[in-house]
Nanobody
Framework: QVQLVESGGGLVQAGDSLRLSCVVSGGTFSTYAMAWFRQGPGKEREFVAAISMSGRTTYYGDSVKGRFTISRDNRKNTLDLQMNALKPEDTAVYYC???????????????????WGQGTQVTVSS
């Protein structure tokens, strides 16, 4: 059974930084493309960032480009999201997700991801 557990969320002020982590167990992490999604209050879940299984290919949502960085450590089965220059509109529950079928090409779409974590809350005050 594959499990994803996010951590690192919290309450910060606008302009601050935060680093989220996701630990994956029970599967073959190094073969999965991975992604972060988020769901703000009253909003649909949206794509944040994705990374290929090798880590060489990354994609970002337009609203976070230049501020967020996705990375992974295949030795530790961890996925990270470094978030800088946070804005109140970044307030959301952040989810990590794993795509077991095509690790070479990370996807933007939620439907491609097979495994999901429970989420971690990030709140950015103005």
């Amino acid at each position: 059974q594959v499990q994803l557990v996010e951590s690192g969320g919290g309450l910060v002020q606008a302009g601050d930084s935060l680093r989220l982590s996701c630990v994956v167990s029970g599967g073959t992490f190094s073969t999965y493309a991975m992604a972060w999604f988020r769901q703000g209050p009253g909003k649909e879940r949206e794509f944040v960032a994705a990374i290929s299984m090798s880590g060489r290919t990354t994609y970002y949502g337009d609203s976070v480009k230049g501020r967020f960085t996705i990375s992974r450590d295949n030795r530790k089965n961890t996925l990270d999201l470094q978030m800088n220059a946070l804005k109140p509109e970044d307030t959301a529950v952040y989810y990590c997700a794993a795509d077991r079928d095509d690790g070479h090409v990370p996807s933007y779409g939620q439907s491609w991801y097979d495994y999901w974590g429970q989420g971690t809350q990030v709140t950015v005050s103005s």
